[in-house]
């Protein structure tokens, strides 16, 4: 089973690492990332196994929102 995050921000540097570093941090295995630009907007999904994941879908979200507050994130 995989995990999916998609994130929609505004562009900035550091993204890409900021956000896999999350899903790192919490065990997570990336298999699979895209992300681009689109008119000045930061589009990303990335997809992770859930084998050693150490966050329910639940404390996903309350984990994450932090991140996504300071990436002013969707």
Known sequence: MHGILQVCCPDQ??????????VHHWGGNIVHADHHLDEGLFLSRLEWELAGFQLSPAAMCQEFAPLAQALHAQ
């Open 13 to 22: 540097r550091g993204l890409v690492a900021q956000i896999s570093q999350f």
